[in-house]
């Protein structure tokens, strides 16, 4: 059975119902092309798709999702509990790695994708620590 729920919708200046719909999408993130993510939508009566009104950057998050793991990239989840690990603050472990604070708080927070330096950063702190070694600016 379908859920539907009503939504307001600033672009029409309505309240109406909506059928929740997922449909499997082909989308291009950075130079990947062809990843197949699962997006979640909101159907209007004249069958239109919306986005979540509520979480407009669902699939957007679905999409780098499909990326990282593409690209065997570690999860916004797996830095930041790296981070913590280290009992460094969102500031230390950006200062420390040579990036901007609010870069590292949006790759934490899924709102961006790191690029791969930073992975490659991300990547030899987490095998120093694993070794116990710490990086000399950290």
């Given at each position: 059975?379908?859920?539907?729920?009503?939504?307001?919708?600033?672009?029409?200046?309505?309240?109406?119902?909506?059928?929740?719909?997922?449909?499997?999408?082909?989308?291009?993130?950075?130079?990947?092309?062809?990843?197949?993510?699962?997006?979640?939508?909101?159907?209007?009566?004249?069958?239109?798709?919306?986005?979540?009104?509520?979480?407009?950057?669902?699939?957007?998050?679905?999409?780098?999702?499909?990326?990282?793991?593409r690209?065997?990239?570690?999860?916004?989840?797996?830095?930041?509990?790296?981070r913590?690990?280290?009992?460094?603050s969102?500031?230390?472990?950006?200062?420390?790695?040579?990036?901007?604070?609010?870069?590292?708080?949006q790759?934490?927070?899924?709102?961006?994708?790191?690029?791969k330096?930073?992975?490659?950063?991300?990547?030899?702190?987490?095998?120093?620590?694993?070794?116990?070694?710490?990086?000399?600016?950290?």
């Amino acid at each position: 059975m379908a859920h539907i729920k009503e939504f307001y919708n600033p672009e029409t200046a309505t309240t109406e119902p909506y059928t929740e719909v997922g449909q499997s999408e082909k989308v291009k993130v950075r130079d990947i092309d062809d990843l197949t993510v699962r997006n979640h939508y909101w159907q209007a009566a004249d069958g239109e798709l919306w986005g979540d009104f509520d979480d407009p950057m669902e699939n957007v998050r679905s999409s780098f999702d499909a990326y990282r793991k593409r690209q065997g990239y570690l999860t916004p989840d797996d830095i930041r509990a790296l981070r913590q690990a280290l009992g460094l603050s969102v500031r230390q472990f950006a200062n420390g790695l040579g990036i901007g604070t609010s870069t590292l708080t949006q790759i934490e927070n899924n709102q961006r994708l790191q690029v791969k330096y930073q992975e490659n950063l991300f990547e030899a702190v987490k095998m120093l620590y694993k070794d116990g070694q710490r990086l000399p600016n950290i």
